[in-house]
């Protein structure tokens, strides 16, 4: 099984590390995350409400270079070409369940609308497809992050532990995510 999960991902990989004291008490809404099965396709949803504005969520999604620093399961995340809104990002890393490791890989092209969308297909990779879409849509709150990526596996996900893995896996990436937007938030008000 490889890591079926957005980034954003950068996608094709994101442990929620601890929130910093500060940063708990800012988390204001709980990932939402769906996670539907069908033979070797996978469908993943996923929803974030975060108290950042759309520029500083954009500024951590697409720090493409760097986000193996803030992501745990990403040894390498890095762009390798750049024209204009469409990025092409390689990424690996390793996906862990148990003792099980699960390596992956992938090269993907991201077409960027600053401060709004990103959307992600695989070139080359792990997965035999890929295809994503991250929405960022201010609210009252602060920031909501839609995620939807659609994938096809080389290999059957088992029934009994895949999904639950997935929705897992998915959840702690944008509590990663999360947590760096607010750290980054955070340092910015107090160099003002």
């Not at 999960?5 to 950068?10: D, G, S, W």
């Not at 009252?140 to 639950?164: A, E, H, K, M």
């Amino acid at each position: 099984m490889t890591r079926l999960a957005p980034l954003l991902l950068l996608l094709c990989g994101l442990g929620a590390g601890m929130l910093p004291a500060q940063a708990a008490d800012e988390r204001n809404s709980e990932v939402e995350v769906t996670v539907r099965v069908d033979g070797l396709e996978v469908h993943v949803t996923a929803t974030l409400t975060v108290d950042a504005s759309p520029q500083e969520a954009w500024a951590v999604l697409t720090d493409f270079d760097n986000m193996s620093r803030f992501v745990s399961n990403l040894e390498l995340s890095e762009v390798v070409s750049r024209q204009r809104d469409v990025v092409q990002v390689h990424a690996k890393g390793k996906a862990r369940f148990g003792p099980l490791q699960f390596p992956f890989e992938s090269l993907r092209e991201l077409t960027l609308t600053p401060f709004e969308r990103i959307q992600s297909r695989q070139i080359t990779g792990t997965l035999k497809r890929f295809e994503g879409v991250t929405q960022i849509t201010p609210v009252p709150q602060g920031t909501r992050i839609s995620y939807r990526g659609d994938s096809t596996s080389n290999q059957s996900i088992p029934l009994i532990v895949g999904p639950s893995f997935i929705k897992s896996e998915t959840e702690e990436q944008f509590h990663e995510l999360q947590t760096e937007i607010l750290r980054r938030r955070m340092e910015a008000r107090k160099n003002k």
